[in-house]
């Protein structure tokens, strides 16, 4: 079992930075992708970013790329996600998610672990 926990959410002005935090706890040896998920109000989850174990790869959506970097410190078992450059778009819960067969993917079902979210509002 793999247990994923996602904290530094917040309330920010637009053009402002925040920096996602996803800690792993159990079998993390088994991990290989990670990735950022959102969902807004009455929208459906979408795909923000996934990274590969070593960190060698990467994907974005394109609604945040150039923005936001995903990046992991596997001596921590921590995924980040700095978000730079904030719009009210962006205003969504935020959800980590962890995979052990995928090297990296941007489909929510390739993923066999989530956090319970936390949630980036973006003010105007």
């Known amino acids: 079992q793999v247990q994923l926990v996602e904290s530094g959410g917040g309330l920010v002005q637009a053009g402002g930075s925040l920096r996602l935090s996803c800690a792993a706890s159990?079998?993390?040896?088994?991990?290989?992708?990670m990735g950022w998920f959102r969902q807004a109000p009455g929208k459906e989850r979408e795909f923000v970013a996934t990274?590969?174990?070593?960190?060698?790869?990467?994907d974005y959506a394109d609604s945040v790329k150039g923005r936001f970097t995903i990046s992991r410190d596997n001596a921590k078992n921590t995924v980040y996600l700095q978000m730079n450059n904030l719009k009210p778009e962006d205003t969504a819960d935020y959800y980590c998610?962890?995979?052990?067969?995928?090297?990296?993917?941007?489909?929510?079902?390739?993923?066999?672990?989530w956090g319970q979210g936390t949630q980036v509002t973006v003010s105007t």
């Open positions: 990274i590969s174990w070593s960190g060698a790869s990467t």
């Open positions: 998610a962890a995979a052990h067969g995928s090297n990296w993917s941007r489909n929510s079902g390739m993923y066999d672990y």
């Open positions: 159990g079998r993390t040896f088994s991990v290989n992708a």
